[in-house]
């Protein structure tokens, strides 16, 4: 199995300010044939399923605001938040759809500071 | 627009099975541009990928829970089915149902999950 693991578990951020976290794969996730990384960021408020930010490592989903991007590549992979808003108080997962088992990270907590 | 919408027991005794479905609306259960995918997140914790299937029947398991678990789907009822037998306490968690956009390449040739249904919370307890 693919282990994810994040990067910090939480993290406090003041409004306005960028929030990174980090996610690394056990083993690569990029197919060679199409040039591309098999990850993806979701957002879960609480209360909330899980929603999809980020696909291909860098894709916003359609409706995400663009202080929302993914960067990475190989094993080792970003969520920014580049002006945190009091709606973006979230768990953020990442997750491998290269292979099955599909896996998620243990998810990072987003607060406001 | 997709609708998912998970239904089933919310209390299940241990050692029984738990069955749930997924009714989807806004798109055809039966479209060649998409999997069905369940996923599990037991209460404060993380997601748990169950396993994936296509309209035609191809199933896709978490080894985990290979040995335990059976998905189906009932084009004529738009209906998603997943069968858990053996539940233990373990097995707590809301469980939700998703769609996978269909890709090429990888196998299963699957997306992420961009859909996914509110999740309904099945208990095991006796």
């Known amino acids: 199995d693919i282990v994810m693991t994040q990067s910090p578990d939480s993290l406090a951020v003041s409004l306005g300010e960028r929030a990174t976290i980090n996610c690394k794969s056990s083993q690569g996730v990029l197919y060679s044939s199409n040039n591309k990384n098999y990850l993806a960021w979701y957002q879960q408020r609480p209360g909330q399923p899980p929603k999809l930010l980020i696909y291909?490592?860098?894709i916003r989903e359609s409706g995400v605001p663009d202080r929302f991007s993914g960067s990475g590549s190989g094993t080792d992979f970003t969520l920014t938040i580049s002006s945190l808003q009091a709606e973006d108080v979230a768990v953020y997962y990442c997750?491998?759809?290269?292979?099955?088992?599909?896996?998620f990270g243990p998810g990072t907590k987003v607060d406001i500071k | 627009q997709l609708h998912l919408q998970e239904s089933g027991p919310g209390l299940v005794e241990p050692s029984e099975t738990l069955s749930l479905t997924c009714t989807v609306s806004g798109v055809s259960i039966t479209s060649s541009s998409y999997y069905w995918g369940w996923i599990r997140q037991p209460p404060g914790k993380g997601l748990d990928w169950i396993g994936t299937i296509y309209y035609s029947g191809s199933t896709y398991y978490n080894p985990s829970l290979e040995s335990r678990v059976t998905m189906s789907v009932d084009t004529s009822k738009h209906q998603l089915s997943l069968k858990l037998t053996s539940v233990t306490a373990a097995d707590t968690a809301v469980y939700y149902c998703?769609?996978?956009?269909?890709?090429?390449?990888?196998?299963?040739?699957?997306?992420?999950?961009?859909?996914w249904g509110q999740g309904t919370l099945v208990t095991v307890s006796s």
């Open positions: 291909w490592t860098s």
């Open positions: 998703a769609r996978h956009p269909r890709t090429t390449w990888t196998y299963p040739p699957v997306g992420p999950l961009d859909g």
């Open positions: 997750q491998q759809y290269y292979t099955t088992p599909f896996t």
